[in-house]
Nanobody, 123 residues
Framework: QLQLVESGGGLVQPGGSLRLSCAAS????????ISWFRQAPGKEREGVSC????????NYADSVKGRFTISRDSAKNTVYLQMDSLKPEDTAVYYC????????????????WGQGTQVTVSS
């Protein structure tokens, strides 16, 4: 019914950039908090970035602050994660997730999840 689809992942060299997309169908993302999570090999899923409803505020994990930028395109009902200066430790499956209110990084707090897109940073 309500769906999120990530895209834009791939293989990139350290220092490179990728732009991930999270496209929604069945609901208007402007009314939802959207977060990006990632899960690296051998690690638990962790919050990366969050944008509040209508983009009123944004939040970034310390590990990506200054390198990643989250944004919205309301016309396309899509949220993006621009990832610059990528590091090998950014390698993970990246997921977008939606919830009704408040930026949180608790996995259980999110109602909707995408399928994930693989980001690999390697030389």
């Amino acid at each position: 019914q309500l769906q999120l689809v990530e895209s834009g992942g791939g293989l990139v060299q350290p220092g490179g950039s990728l732009r991930l997309s999270c496209a929604a169908s069945g609901f208007n993302l402007d009314y939802y908090v959207i977060s990006w999570f990632r899960q690296a090999p051998g690690k638990e899923r962790e919050g990366v970035s969050c944008t509040s409803t209508s983009g009123r505020s944004t939040n970034y994990a310390d590990s990506v602050k200054g390198r990643f930028t989250i944004s919205r395109d309301s016309a396309k009902n899509t949220v993006y994660l621009q990832m610059d200066s990528l590091k090998p430790e950014d390698t993970a499956v990246y997921y977008c997730a939606a919830r009704r209110t408040l930026c949180l990084y608790a996995i259980s707090a999110y109602n909707y999840w995408g399928q994930g897109t693989q980001v690999t940073v390697s030389s």
